[in-house]
């Protein structure tokens, strides 16, 4: 157990100090000579304008939000999934009144307009 | 496992109201959106008609089921889940009945406002019956979280907003409390069922002669989540700016069918899971209970805004009901099944009068209630009566609720609380006083009077004849309060 | 050291510390509501210890923690849907500023 353990923190403490002496070295080495263009955000060759901490486009929140729920409900198929060959057919059931609800809910979601992007 | 179609009978014989509201809450809610113009060309009352029938036919089935327990006796219908389901339920009727003038006013989501109402009444349906303690987690969130949403529902109102997200943040943090009092009861017992829960205490007790602190601390956190659940007075803060914002019909529901389920999930966790730790819990529960007295109702006096006066007054209400807990009998349960009901009927009564007048007036001011008297005789003598009845005044319900629970309390020699429930008692009646006098004594003659919409006349006359039937004939609530209690302890 | 039951109870009674710390000195909703969820996380890690030291042989625990998750993350929707309001009434999501109904 112990010995388990001590491995985890060997490596761990490893993989640190290697990516920290690197970081090191390059800093060490490296000549200093800033200037604005070399500090310029890179974004894919593209000029870069405004701040990166704009506001979001509010419906981004809506998917996050509708993402979540479904995400997340998707917990209870994987245990069901593991055992499902000694559950049975009443468990099959079960989940199928499961996926409906969430249905429901999709298709409410998806009447009400907020799967669209316009 | 075999397949036992007669034990899959048995088990969903006992549910089938709660998944019959169920489905009943997703055709509400997917009408509004399937139906023509997006539902929006369909009337309020519409709505709220489709939706009655359906609370109708659920206390129905309700009243028809035999009792039985199921799902491995995680599930129980007995006397008391009955009860406490119709009290449900009623206070869903009124609210539907009273809401329709508020909604009307909204221009959106008007369908799935009573949707939402609906599935919140079957979270509470499944709290009452609830003998295993994540069903009863599962059961409260399902009706705090819709009553989230509820409590923000007039979207474009700041206050509404506000509301809302002071409920989801408190409600959150009271679930988190609650829940950490379950995994705490469920590491000392090994048991989340509510009797296995009670052997478990038993034998900690069996094994070494005292509870280890462990215990303690399951039952504090188990309070402190069922004090904010229920408004008591430490964790009351969030009632009263909820109750403001929140709009008045879902004020209404919030005070009084949340509260009657987190009353009977509080007996059957308390009067039965942890019956035999109650040395440890009986002492905290009188003074939560002293407390919401006395910071409800003093508070209430300086309001100037009617729903913040009920907001206080319903804490302190909740601290009367708990005056009762402190006799872990079959009185105790009694008193406060008894309270439950004159409480539904009181407080449910007062907040439509709010509603029939804001519906006029706009305001919930109390000093906009001068002379209500003269503009409209019946929402002030109704309203005096819900008052009194609240205040403990006879020949209403209120007076044999508090009179039933201070009995309890005495009998079990908690002298000082009842002392306590008195003296608040008096001060009580000062503010509700101060209501009635101004409804009745104008100053000045005031311009036009209003009439009463048909269905909140019928909503006001249902709550009053139940304020007065439980005052005058309480013979026939005692017995079904007393039925509902036995069921807590059959060996009584 | 072996790390035993105390171990796991003492790491979610300090993560339920930190949550209830975060959520009553942070300004930020969201911030409010990620502290809540830290609490809720602390319960987990109760609950799914006690099940593995205290009851083996059934699954308990587990399975409240599952729906832990499941029914925390049904709130946390509504919570942002409810900040997303709050943002557009105040252009802000700082609580001290909800502040329009007092006492």
Not at chain 1, 97 to 110: H, M, Q, R, T
Not at chain 2, 121 to 130: D, H, N, Q, R, T
Not at chain 2, 459 to 479: E, H, R
Request: hydrophobic share 55%; with cysteine.
């Amino acid at each position: 157990m112990v010995s388990d353990f001590a491995a985890v923190a060997v490596f761990l403490i490893v993989g640190v100090g290697f990516v920290l002496f690197t970081l090191l070295l390059s800093k060490i080495f490296r000549p200093s000579d800033p200037n604005p263009i070399k500090q310029s955000t890179y974004e894919c060759g593209e000029e870069p304008f405004g701040p990166s901490w704009i506001q979001f486009n509010v419906r981004f929140y809506i998917f996050a939000l509708m993402f979540v729920i479904f995400d997340v409900e998707a917990i209870f198929l994987f245990p069901w999934a593991i055992a499902y060959q000694s559950l049975g057919l009443f468990a099959f059931v079960e989940m199928l009144i499961f996926i409906s609800i969430l249905l429901f809910g999709l298709a409410y979601a998806w009447k009400k307009g907020l799967l669209k992007w316009y | 496992m075999p397949f036992d179609i007669v034990q899959f009978y048995a088990d969903w014989q006992t549910i089938l109201p709660e998944c019959f509201l169920l489905v009943w809450a997703c055709i509400v809610t997917m009408a509004a959106v399937f139906s023509r113009n997006s539902g929006e060309g369909t009337s309020t009352g519409t709505y709220a008609i489709w939706t009655l029938i359906g609370v109708l036919v659920t206390a129905v089935w309700v009243a028809l089921t035999p009792d039985g327990t199921a799902f491995g006796g995680t599930f129980v219908f007995d006397r008391l889940a009955v009860l406490f389901k119709e009290i449900v339920l009623g206070g869903v009727l009124l609210t539907v009945i009273s809401s329709i003038g508020p909604v009307d006013r909204m221009k959106l989501h008007r369908g799935e406002f009573f949707g939402l109402l609906l599935f919140s009444a079957v979270g509470m349906m499944l709290m009452v019956s609830a003998t295993e303690l994540l069903l009863l987690y599962i059961a409260i969130e399902l009706s705090t979280v819709t009553l989230f949403v509820l409590a923000a529902y007039r979207k474009a109102n700041r206050k509404s907003a506000e509301a809302g997200l002071k409920y989801v943040i408190l409600g959150g943090i009271s679930s988190a409390v609650l829940l950490y009092g379950v995994a705490l009861l469920y590491g000392m017992t090994g048991s989340t069922e509510l009797a296995g829960i009670r052997n478990g205490i038993g034998d900690l007790f069996m094994a070494s002669g005292s509870f280890p602190p462990g215990l303690t601390m399951a039952l504090l956190l188990l309070l402190a989540g069922f004090g904010f659940k229920l408004a008591l007075a430490p964790f009351h803060m969030w009632a009263p700016d909820v109750y403001e914002g929140a709009p008045t019909p879902i004020t209404a529901y919030l005070s009084v069918a949340s509260k009657a389920a987190a009353v009977a999930a509080f007996l059957r966790v308390f009067f039965v899971g942890l019956e035999s730790s109650q040395t440890l819990w009986v002492q905290a529960v009188a003074v939560l209970a002293a407390l919401a007295m006395i910071v409800g109702n003093v508070t209430a006096i300086v309001q100037s805004n009617i729903k913040r006066m009920l907001a206080y007054s319903s804490v302190a209400q909740i601290g009367y009901i708990l005056v009762g807990a402190v006799a872990v009998n079959t009185w105790g349960a009694t008193s406060m099944t008894y309270y439950a009901m004159a409480y539904l009927f009181a407080n449910m009564g007062a907040f439509i009068c709010v509603i029939a007048f804001s519906n006029r007036m706009g305001s919930d001011e109390i000093d906009d209630y001068a002379a209500l008297s003269r503009r409209s005789p019946t929402i002030a003598v109704f309203f005096s009566i819900f008052l009194l009845s609240l205040a403990g005044i006879p020949p209403t319900a209120g007076f044999l609720a508090k009179y039933y629970v201070f009995l309890a309390a005495i009998n079990n020699g908690y002298l000082w609380l009842v002392i306590v429930g008195l003296l608040t008692s008096v001060i009580a009646l000062y503010y509700y006083a101060t209501v009635i006098r101004k409804m009745f004594f104008p100053l000045d003659q005031p311009e036009g009077g209003f009439p009463v919409s048909l269905p909140l006349t019928i909503a006001l006359s249902i709550s009053c004849l139940g304020v007065l039937l439980l005052g005058v004939f309480p013979g026939p609530f005692v017995d079904l309060a007393q039925a509902a209690a036995a069921m807590l302890m059959p060996g009584m | 050291m072996t790390v035993g039951l105390p171990h796991f109870l003492a790491l979610s009674a300090i993560v339920f510390c930190i949550g209830v710390y975060g959520m009553l000195t942070r300004r930020n909703a969201v911030g409010v509501l990620m502290s809540i969820e830290l609490m809720f996380n602390a319960v987990n890690i109760t609950l799914v210890a006690f099940a593995h030291y205290i009851t083996p042989q059934d699954v308990t625990g587990q399975v409240v923690a599952v729906f832990t998750i499941a029914v925390a993350a049904a709130e946390a929707t509504v919570a942002l849907a409810i900040v997303l309001l709050i943002y557009q009434h105040h252009k802000g999501i700082d609580v001290d500023n909800v502040n329009i109904m007092k006492w």
